[in-house]
């Protein structure tokens, strides 16, 4: 089997099984990213969508149509919840840590960044859009990087919004592994 598709199996099981964890029911510090994915979940998986994915992967390119939340060619039902399982990852509102990230307020409080204070945080940073203060998210984009040993693992992940619902999504990757060739991946999901 092809080592880059176990890099990225690799990466899906990891991410699986971290978001099938109980979260422990604590006060949000922070935007509830965790929260707001579950609803995007949610309506996505009760209002079935047309989207366009596009997949590329160390330049091998795919398109997927998704008709009705089916994939076009095989009928399957689209995995909301695993298709957006990479933000959910990023919530920064785990009780560990707490007070761990600087908030930023600008453009008169249009946009929150939440910057991460120690540079060993996954999540370097969260930056929150919206159309008017404390009103409907706009856009999201996140700053991931994880370097262990000989392990680095980095995405820049950004969902667009219009009226609070999924419009589009975008994922930059890159990992390396000691024993596997790099990866570099882009992943786009457009809702038509």
Known sequence: MNPRIILLLLLFFVVGCRSERKAETAEKVYFDLAGFVDQQVAYLQENPVNALKKVDMNGEHEEVNIINNKIEKSG?????????????????????????????????????????????LPVHSLSVFRENQDEEVTEISISYLEEKDLFLNTRELRMELENEKLRKLTINGFQKLPTIDSLIYYIQIELK
Do not use: C
């Open 76 to 120: 399957e039902l689209v995995n909301w919840e695993k298709e957006l399982a990479l933000f959910k990852e990023a919530d920064i509102n785990k009780p560990v840590l707490r007070n761990s990230y600087e908030v930023i307020e600008k453009l008169e409080g249009l946009a929150t960044i939440y910057m991460a204070k120690e540079e060993d």
